[in-house]
């Protein structure tokens, strides 16, 4: 059975930093695309950063240029390293993986895409 488990967030003032890690358990290789999803209280989830397997990367607009996701595919781990947190960025934050195929520009943030989905970690940004 594949699983994916978070682990990193946790509490920071605006402008501080976190990383976030996901490790994928059980999947026979690497995922096509590993993926980072995020919920606020009351609003939708929207996909926030994407890796596929072999670089290539795709960031949602509010984060691009703060954010950076990167993975280590020899061990399955996906992390997402966060600067300049805004009081905006806190959120339950949930890695995603699909094996059917790579992530594109018009897919990356589509969350019915993606069918693993790990049990999210909580970021909490104060001002």
């Known amino acids: 059975q594949n699983f994916l488990v978070e682990s990193g967030g946790g509490s920071v003032q605006a402008g501080g930093s976190l990383r976030l890690s996901c490790r994928a358990t059980g999947f026979t290789y690497s995922p096509d695309c590993m993926a980072w999803f995020r919920q606020a209280p009351g609003k939708e989830r929207e996909g926030v950063a994407a890796h596929n397997t072999f670089s290539t990367t795709y960031y949602a607009r509010p984060v691009e240029g703060r954010f950076t996701i990167s993975r280590d595919n020899s061990e399955f781990v996906l992390y997402l390293q966060m600067a300049g947190l805004k009081t905006e960025d806190t959120a339950m934050y949930f890695c995603?993986?699909?094996?059917?195929?790579?992530?594109?520009?018009?897919?990356?943030?589509?969350?019915?895409?993606?069918?693993?989905w790990g049990q999210g970690t909580q970021v909490n940004v104060s001002s």
């Open positions: 995603v993986a699909r094996t059917d195929r790579y992530c594109y520009a018009n897919t990356f943030a589509v969350a019915d895409k993606f069918p693993y």
